[in-house]
T-cell receptor, first 113, second 114 residues
Framework: AQSVTQPDIHITVSEGASLELRCNYS??????LFWYVQSPGQGLQLLLK??????LVQGIKGFEAEFKRSQSSFNLRKPSVHWSDAAEYFC???????????FGTGTSLTVIP | SAVISQKPSRDICQRGTSLTIQCQVD?????MFWYRQQPGQSLTLIAT?????????ESGFVIDKFPISRPNLTFSTLTVSNMSPEDSSIYLC???????????FGEGSRLTVL
């Protein structure tokens, strides 16, 4: 069965510092991989996705993620965090397009001045 | 992109009652998905609703508790039956774009069970 693990429940970073959020998946083949962000009281917004090709993908708001097949990981990064990045971040996998997604437990990001 | 409308947006319900959530999509889709997001938790897939066939439920979710209808390609309902306080959650309807792969969500229905 597929599963998604986000090892870090909560992360606190200073504004302007770099950020890396971890995501590991368990799936028989390489799934489609996604990162979503959910700001307090808001819906989910897609940050970026990986289907195939270049393993480093760029997303919105200055985020990027790198797919590493050998590690079954899809970590999210941002070189300089802004206070508005404080939110809940979810990694998700899907077996292919059009199918159901499975979400990780989420990482809550706090940004301090 | 798909525009998804859910009703009700929020409700307060009494223990033992049932509530039906409606989901309307602005385009025809083969599969619609129902998720639950409990307070402070991630999204858990309840079931996949296919038009013309019975919904497929994930482990831990049963039809008697969460009956689903899918009468056409743009509409679905999820009923939360015999509610208890543990059912207090946000329930989200979603569809996946088979071209872009993106999952689109409705605004969610926030249920509080007293």
């Amino acid at each position: 069965a597929q599963s998604v693990t986000q090892p870090d429940i909560h992360i606190t970073v200073s504004e302007g510092a770099s950020l890396e959020l971890r995501c590991n998946y368990s799936y028989g083949a390489t799934p489609y991989l996604f990162w979503y962000v959910q700001s307090p009281g808001q819906g989910l917004q897609l940050l970026l996705k990986y289907f195939s090709g270049d393993t480093l993908v760029q997303g919105i708001k200055g985020f990027e993620a790198e797919f590493k097949r050998s590690q079954s990981s899809f970590n999210l990064r941002k070189p300089s965090v802004h206070w508005s990045d404080a939110a809940e971040y979810f990694c998700a996998v899907a077996p292919n397009t059009g199918n159901q997604f499975y979400f990780g437990t989420g990482t809550s990001l706090t940004v301090i001045p | 992109s798909a525009v998804i409308s859910q009703k009700p947006s929020r409700d307060i319900c009494q223990r033992g009652t049932s509530l039906t959530i409606q989901c309307q999509v602005d385009s025809q889709v083969t599969m619609m998905f129902w998720y639950r997001q409990q307070p402070g938790q991630s999204l858990t897939l309840i079931a996949t609703a296919n038009q013309g066939s019975e919904a497929t439920y994930e482990s831990g979710f049963v039809i008697d508790k969460f009956p689903i209808s899918r009468p056409n390609l743009t509409f679905s309902t999820l009923t939360v039956s015999n509610m208890s306080p543990e059912d207090s959650s946000i329930y989200l309807c979603s569809v996946a774009d088979s071209n872009t792969g993106e999952l689109f969500f409705g605004e969610g229905s926030r249920l509080t069970v007293l």
